[in-house]
C-alpha cells in the first residue's frame, strides 16, 4: 500500500502528524517558510495537501475523506472533528494566482482564512472557496460552491450555495427513520446543544 508522500522546502516548519493517521496514497507539500501542519488522530483518506507562504493546515481528529485537495496558502485552513469529505473536495484559501486594480495597483483578491467546524459533511465534489465559514453539523450538497458563511446544522447547497435547511444533522451510518432511535444523531444534538 502507498504511504504518505512529503515534500518539505524551506525553514520553520511546525509540521505534526499523529501516529494513528492512516493518510495511505496521501501527498504533503509544504513550501517556503514558517507553515505549520497538525494532522490529528484517527484522521483517514487521500488527502493532496498544499501548505504554503506561512499557512496553516489543521485536520481534526477522526476526520475522514474519499479524496480532497486542500491549499492553505499565507492563511489557515482548518477543518474540525469528525468531518466527512466525499470525492474530489477541494477547499482553498487563495485563488493561487493574483489579480490587480490597475488604476491603484492593489492586489483585489487576497487570500484568506477558511474555517470548517466539528462534525461537518462536504459531499461529492464540493468547493469551499477562502472566507469561507461553516458551522459544525452542517452539510454542503453535491456539486456545490460554498462561499461566505453557512450557519451550524444547516443544509446548503447549488452555486453558490444557499441555506435550503436548518436544525438539522447527519450521521456516518444508514439512517434508522427518526432522531430519537438513531443514538449517534442524538449525541451530536446534545453536545452542539450543550455547547
Known amino acids: 500500500m502507498a504511504e504518505l508522500i512529503m515534500d518539505v522546502k524551506g525553514t520553520g516548519h511546525d509540521i505534526y502528524i499523529d ?25 483517514k483518506g ?14 481534526g481528529s477522526n476526520t475522514t475523506c474519499e479524496s480532497a485537495v486542500l ?23 487563495t485563488d ?16 484568506k482564512s477558511v474555517e470548517i ?7 461529492k465534489q464540493a468547493l469551499v472557496l477562502k472566507g469561507t465559514t461553516i458551522g459544525t453539523g452542517s452539510v454542503v450538497g453535491t456539486r456545490s460552491v460554498a462561499a461566505g458563511s453557512i450557519p451550524p446544522m444547516a443544509i446548503a447547497a447549488g452555486v453558490p450555495a444557499r441555506v435550503v435547511r436548518e ?13 430519537e ?7 451530536i ?7
Open 19 to 43: 501516529p494513528s493517521a492512516s493518510l495511505d496514497g496521501s501527498r504533503l507539500r509544504v513550501k517556503d517558510a514558517g507553515c505549520s501542519v497538525y494532522i490529528g488522530p484517527g484522521v
Open 46 to 59: 487521500k488527502w493532496d495537501m498544499t501548505v504554503s507562504r506561512g499557512g496553516r493546515l489543521v485536520i
Open 71 to 93: 491549499v492553505a496558502q499565507e492563511e489557515s485552513l482548518v477543518i474540525g472533528e469528525d468531518c466527512m469529505l466525499s470525492f474530489s473536495v477541494e477547499i482553498r484559501t
Open 96 to 111: 493561487t494566482h493574483a489579480i490587480y486594480d490597475v488604476s491603484t495597483g492593489e492586489r483585489v483578491n487576497s487570500d
Open 117 to 123: 467546524g466539528d462534525h461537518v459533511w462536504l459531499a
Open 167 to 179: 436544525g438539522t444533522t447527519w450521521t456516518r451510518r444508514v439512517g434508522k427513520g427518526s432522531l
Open 181 to 187: 432511535a438513531d443514538d449517534e444523531a442524538m449525541k
Open 189 to 195: 444534538v446534545t453536545a452542539f446543544q450543550g455547547a
